[in-house]
């Protein structure tokens, strides 16, 4: 059974930085592409930045592309996403997700099987 917990999230000013952090259980975290999704209040969860196994390839939503940084550190089974100019617009309850064992996709739920149970980030001034 794979657990993903998230953590790092809070209220931060708008220009301001966090970094996220998702501790995965068991041996699989370093052999699968690993996901951030957010969703704000009343809206679809939406992929932010997604690794792959080894980090050498990242993706990011055009919305964050230059202020967000996805990485991972296999040998602590532990992922990060680190937030920097952030802005209102990024409020939103962000979750970590480890993808599935088959197809190629990686930018939908449908391609991630286990979820972690979520933190918040508002920023807001």
């Known amino acids: 059974q794979v657990q993903l917990v998230e953590s790092g999230g809070g209220l931060v000013q708008p220009g301001g930085s966090l970094r996220l952090s998702c501790a995965a259980s068991g041996r699989s975290f370093s052999m699968y592409t690993m996901g951030w999704f957010r969703q704000a209040t009343g809206k679809e969860r939406d992929i932010v930045a997604a690794?792959?196994?080894?980090?050498?390839?990242?993706y990011y939503v055009d919305s964050v592309k230059g202020r967000f940084t996805i990485s991972r550190d296999n040998a602590k089974n532990t992922l990060y996403l680190q937030m920097n100019n952030l802005k209102p617009e990024d409020t939103a309850v962000y979750y970590c997700?480890?993808?599935?064992?088959?197809?190629?996709?990686?930018?939908?739920?449908?391609?991630?099987?286990?979820w972690g149970q979520g933190t918040q980030v508002t920023v807001s001034s």
């Open positions: 690794i792959d196994w080894n980090g050498d390839n990242t």
């Open positions: 997700a480890r993808r599935g064992g088959s197809g190629v996709g990686y930018k939908t739920q449908s391609d991630y099987i286990y």
